[in-house]
């Protein structure tokens, strides 16, 4: 019991050979780089719901970004058959029907892909915790252990880079701030995708990410130490 305690709080090595390998490469890693050095996998889940417990995973849409640059060769994305119903609501945000997933394979099945697409890469994400955390349960449920990746999130990137914008006290009560997704993508004149597909959004994330990191550069945030230290209060390990 013991052990396993220890695994889960993220203290000991997991037993599960790729996950043991994934904890002890991140427990060693580097973070005095310069963020274009690190390989990013940028990913976005569509959900029956959002119940951590009880809702499923019904997409995984993934980019990689490597120098800084999105590789649009380099891609995964995949829909899935869940175990619980689909729900109304949520076909209305994510347009993925029951028909359309009938013959997909379950979440077990494309689990390993994923990680493994994921393989030694920081993860990024909009509001990233949702997506880790459902995926980091499915990953406890089928290997008893989760991704050890370090988590970056581009809503709480944009709230520190449009912080250190801000001029005069008042600033910080600005009700006319808006951190969705789409709202940050016109606002910095990024290319607009179809909103709640898992891939589009991931590639609207990573897009949202390489010009967040490049503003944040001239802020003097270069390092992935430096990109920590400036969100402390909101780096997570999931």
Excluded at 26 to 34: E, G, I, T
Excluded at 39 to 57: A, K, S, Y
Aim: hydrophobic share 40%.
């Amino acid at each position: 019991m013991l052990q396993k305690l220890l695994v889960r709080l993220g203290l000991a090595p997991p037993a599960h050979p790729v996950f043991a390998a994934n904890y002890h490469y991140f427990k060693q890693l580097d973070q005095s780089r310069p963020l274009s050095e690190y390989d990013f996998v940028v990913f976005d889940t569509e959900l029956t719901g959002l119940d951590r417990r009880r809702d499923e995973i019904v997409s995984i849409g993934a980019v990689r970004i490597h120098n800084l640059q999105i590789q649009v060769g380099d891609t995964y994305y995949v829909q899935i058959n869940p175990q619980c119903a689909l729900p109304k609501d949520s076909t209305l945000i994510h347009r993925i029907t029951p028909q359309e997933i009938a013959d997909a394979p379950c979440l077990s099945a494309v689990l390993p892909k994923f990680i493994s697409f994921c393989g030694n890469s920081l993860l990024v994400g909009h509001y990233v915790g949702l997506d880790v955390a459902f995926v980091n349960r499915e990953c406890r449920r089928h290997y008893g252990a989760r991704l050890h990746n370090p988590c970056l999130d581009t809503m709480q990137m944009a709230r520190t880079y449009t912080e250190m914008q801000w001029k005069q006290y008042h600033d910080r009560y600005r009700m006319d701030i808006s951190y969705n997704l789409a709202a940050l993508g016109k606002k910095y004149g990024l290319p607009d995708f179809r909103h709640h597909n898992a891939y589009e959004d991931a590639l609207q994330t990573a897009y949202l990410f390489v010009y967040l990191v490049k503003k944040l550069r001239g802020e003097g945030i270069v390092t992935l130490r430096d990109l920590f230290n400036a969100g402390q209060g909101w780096r997570r390990l999931f």
